[in-house]
């Protein structure tokens, strides 16, 4: 069985900086892509970043390129959200996901494509 944990979560203001983290339990860690969606209230769940399993392949969301980075360390069975300049319109329940399918080469953007995922955590910007 899987677990994933999010943490690092919290009230930061417009224009700073936070980092996630999302610890996963298992031994196959490494051969599965991961991803970092989030959710508003009253909104769609929003596809954030995501993670080939070794790193090779990185995709972001529109509205966090250039002010977002994915990270994993294989040896630590964690994957990263570096969030920097962030906005109030960040404001989200953020969680991280693992692909279903083992080894793939390109980082899946619908959450369909995600079968194992955290509790989230908890992001609000303030103006």
């Known amino acids: 069985q899987v677990q994933l944990v999010e943490s690092g979560g919290g009230l930061v203001q417009a224009g700073g900086s936070l980092r996630l983290s999302c610890a996963a339990s298992g031994r196959t860690f490494s051969t599965y892509g991961m991803a970092w969606f989030r959710q508003a209230p009253g909104k769609e769940r929003e596809f954030v970043a995501g993670?080939?399993?070794?790193?090779?392949?990185?995709r972001y969301g529109d509205s966090v390129k250039g002010r977002f980075s994915i990270s994993r360390d294989n040896a630590k069975k964690t994957v990263y959200l570096q969030m920097n300049s962030v906005k109030p319109e960040d404001t989200a329940v953020y969680y991280c996901?693992?692909?279903?399918?083992?080894?793939?080469?390109?980082?899946?953007?619908?959450?369909?494509?995600?079968?194992?995922w955290g509790q989230g955590t908890q992001v609000t910007v303030s103006a």
């Open positions: 996901a693992r692909d279903r399918r083992p080894a793939q080469p390109i980082v899946a953007l619908t959450a369909t494509s995600y079968d194992y």
């Open positions: 993670i080939s399993w070794i790193g090779g392949s990185i």
